[in-house]
């Protein structure tokens, strides 16, 4: 390809196929253990400091109430499949509710079976809590309330047998131990009279959380080891000139350049787009829907290099070097959404599929970033979140959406970015005329230049500031 000498020893031979899908599953099990982490983590946390001196995790009081004669709660289905040996009273929880009344009547409060509860309340005026949110692990409760017409009881509710567990008076405290089956709440008036309204905060004791948040933790460490050893061992290079063998390699001087890009001021992220000259008129019209694969397999390796990136952060901060490995990977994936990007909706400068691999091969566009031996650490530390900020102010422009409504509560975006805009006019005339006008590709090309510049910044590495110029 004209422009392009030949790929010098600095190459390498990027992981296999098998080695990149190893690779990727090994991310997708290293953000599983990290999420398994937080969450035994957060158990762990608020097993130990949550719960009130008896052990619960209560809610802040909250106000139940009807005009009727009940308040009750939905069927509540406890326990379906636990194992025979945890299914007696209290093994798995312990429920409490504790309050007073509002309107000074002596309240009754009572937990039975739903079947009996639906058969007491048939034809009775009541409302059932359909819906309950707490804010907070002791905030209050907000509640949605399903009404159901009728009159009075057809006696006290302490009169009947069928409660579980209950209780009397102005002020109540009831305690307990859950079991199988399908239970219902209910909250009335000592004497079974209308207007019901009770303050009262709900709890519930979670026996063997301690060991649910040990299970987490111990699950987590076991995907966060498999996970980082398949990265490892799928995304490591050997860092061996394509085709050929580690024997034979000749030493390659650091720094060494794949190839050259034409730009004098030498910034090192080397960057090569060649305008195809026989370019369909309507293959572009498809290019996005062909390209679907590569999205597919592209949203896998992002997430890889993001996480691999974390992992290089730490590495750069504490050794001041990016590891080999997981330098060549990133810049693989650079380098094939660099030629994604250019045959598809970004350029559409090539009717030329992309192949499926993080090696440089000869094509169109071409992407290669040197190795740097040392970075800096402190700067690692600011790239991405703080220096980097006028860069993402000028590709919002250049590559984001420039239109914003706000519709009261949301910010939404809308409209075409500017290349996008240019890649839109040039295509048109593309149609018409069988020619992509190389004065919009130069722009198109130094647009996404600048943008793959600064990527390769913020994913750390280099260090040079990328510089604010259109390379065409």
């Avoid at 905030?139 to 009075?152: E, I, M, V």
């Avoid at 085709?243 to 090569?272: C, H, M, N, R, W």
């Avoid at 890889?304 to 330098?327: D, M």
């Amino acid at each position: 390809m004209s422009g392009i000498p030949e790929v010098e020893s600095r190459a390498t031979s990027g992981p296999g196929a098998g080695r990149i899908v190893l690779g990727v599953i090994g991310a997708l099990l290293t953000l599983l253990g990290f999420a398994l982490l937080a969450g035994g983590g957060t158990v762990l946390w608020a097993n130990a400091s949550q719960r009130d001196s008896g052990g619960f995790f209560t809610s802040s009081p909250s106000l139940l109430a009807s005009q009727g004669f009940a308040v009750t709660s939905e069927r509540l289905r406890l326990m379906d499949g636990v194992p025979d040996r945890l299914s007696s009273p209290g093994d798995i929880a312990t429920f409490t509710a504790r309050g007073g009344s509002v309107n000074g009547k002596p309240l009754f409060v009572g937990i039975a079976p739903a079947a009996a509860v639906t058969a007491y309340l048939a034809g009775v005026a009541h409302d059932e809590v359909v819906d309950v949110h707490m804010d907070g692990w002791k905030g209050p409760l907000s509640k949605d309330y399903r009404t159901s017409p009728g009159g009075p009881p057809a006696g006290l509710p302490a009169a009947q047998s069928f409660w579980t567990a209950q209780t009397t008076g102005p002020n109540v405290s009831l305690v307990w131990p859950a079991s199988e089956g399908r239970w219902s709440v209910v909250v009335m008036n000592a004497d079974a009279s209308a207007g019901v309204a009770a303050d009262l905060a709900l709890g519930v004791k979670v026996n063997f959380l301690g060991w649910v948040a040990l299970g987490l933790l111990c699950a987590a460490g076991v995907l966060l080891l498999a996970g980082v050893s398949m990265m490892f061992f799928g995304f490591r290079s050997s860092a061996t000139p394509a085709g050929t063998s580690a024997a034979a390699a000749p030493a390659s001087p650091a720094g060494q350049l794949a190839f050259e890009t034409g730009d004098e001021k030498g910034y090192p992220v080397l960057i090569q787009g060649e305008l195809d000259p026989s370019l369909s008129r309507w293959v572009w019209l498809v290019k996005w829907l062909l390209a679907i694969p590569h999205y597919i397999v592209l949203a896998f390796l992002w997430l890889a290099a993001a996480l691999l990136t974390v992992v290089a952060f730490f590495a750069i901060l504490f050794t001041g070097r990016f590891p080999r490995g997981i330098f060549d990977f990133n810049v693989g994936v650079l380098r094939w959404s660099w030629r994604v990007a250019f045959y598809s909706c970004s350029v559409l400068g090539t009717d030329r599929y992309p192949p499926f691999t993080l090696a440089d091969v000869d094509y169109p566009a071409r992407l290669d970033v040197p190795y740097p031996e040392h970075l800096s650490r402190g700067l690692v530390l600011v790239k991405s979140w703080l220096l980097a900020i006028p860069h993402y102010l000028v590709l919002a422009v250049l590559i984001g959406d420039w239109g914003w409504t706000f519709d009261g509560d949301n910010w939404t975006t809308w409209g075409l970015s500017l290349n996008a805009v240019l890649v839109l006019i040039a295509v048109v005339i593309l149609l018409f005329t069988g020619r992509y006008p190389r004065d919009i590709f130069g722009i198109v090309l130094g647009i996404n230049r600048w943008a793959l510049r600064v990527a390769a910044y913020v994913m750390l590495m280099r260090d040079e500031y990328p510089p604010f110029r259109l390379d065409r």
